[in-house]
């Protein structure tokens, strides 16, 4: 199955790699910025392409890997090129595989694959892909050879509903993205105690990582430790009497669904002095 691919950013440089890694033939590369296709296509052996329609022609399997707010304008220039038997699919986690309106007129095969891990580096990302959990989803012939491809690499794929996308992303960005918001605010507090911001990371490693494991591999529920899950009411308050207004805010939500684990883990014990305290820090900021 010859690949090829429309975008050659951090997420189209790390599958061609991938692939091409695994002796998956992979065409090579079509982008706005020439520069972007050279180089991935140098990194991929594979060939940069000034036209997507000669790309096109190449391939069976093309993968759109352009950011999201693109993808819908590529499929618009593809439609247009003899498509006939192709998978055409895109790697968006938001956006499931109905966006290429119009496909079965061009008697193509259209999906969407997603996988759960972040391309923080075009160069490097690749070497945790055999690693990564992909979703996939879309026509069931697309789903099943692109799901096919990746198992056939040792990846689990998984296939969800389009209906998913928006939940399924949503809970990917919290599981990611948002994680570093939190710890960004932990170090922040940490650097007006003195600590440097490399101090501060180096103190919690093993504080994250280790609850991030337990989580893993214990579920949050049995996980949980810490003042809410004891019920300790009065050092609660003393967390929320030295922050500001908008890291109170922060920590009131998250208290309020750690105290919704904690009645999980601990049904006997009566939280509600601590709900109330939450609720008041909230009233209070309003």
């Known amino acids: 199955m010859i690949t090829g691919f429309i975008g050659a950013g951090r997420a189209g440089c790390s599958i061609g790699k991938y692939l091409a890694e695994a002796d998956i033939p992979v065409a090579g ?4 910025s020439k520069e972007a296709a050279h180089s991935a296509a140098a990194f991929t052996g594979s060939k940069p392409y000034d036209d997507p329609a000669a790309l096109v022609a190449q391939c069976h399997l093309l993968f759109i890997t352009t950011p999201d707010g693109l993808i819908r304008q590529a499929w618009e220039t593809l439609r247009h090129y ?10 968006s986690g938001a956006m499931p595989a109905s966006v290429f309106s ?3 007129q061009t008697n193509a095969y259209g999906c969407s694959l997603h996988p759960m891990l972040p ?9 945790i892909l055999e690693r ?27 296939q969800i509903s389009g209906e998913c996308k928006p939940k399924y992303h ?6 990611s993205n948002q994680v570093a918001a939190v710890l960004d605010t932990g170090y922040r507090l940490l650097e007006e105690c003195g600590f440097s911001r490399q101090d501060a990371r180096t103190a919690t490693d093993m504080l994250i990582q280790q609850n991030v494991k337990n989580c893993i ?8 430790t810490g003042p809410i899950e004891r019920n300790d009411a009065k050092t609660v308050q003393k967390h929320l009497d030295c922050l500001d207004a908008e890291d109170q805010d922060m920590y009131r939500v998250l208290g309020a669904k750690l105290v919704k684990i904690a009645k999980k883990k601990n049904p006997g014990t009566d939280y509600s002095a601590l709900q109330a305290l939450l609720e008041t820090a909230a009233q209070h900021n309003k």
Not at 217 to 224: G, H, N, S
């Open 217 to 224: 591999q214990k579920d949050c529920i049995q996980a949980l």
């Open 102 to 104: 119009g496909i079965a």
């Open 82 to 91: 003899p498509l006939d038997g192709k998978i055409i699919c895109h790697c």
């Open 170 to 175: 949503a809970a990917a960005s919290i599981l």
């Open 29 to 32: 590369y079509y982008d706005l």
């Open 132 to 158: 990564a959990f992909f979703t996939v989803e879309g026509d069931p012939y697309a789903v099943e050879a692109v799901s096919g491809l990746f198992t056939g690499l040792g990846n689990t794929v998984c």
């Open 119 to 127: 391309f923080d580096n075009r160069f490097s990302s690749y070497q």
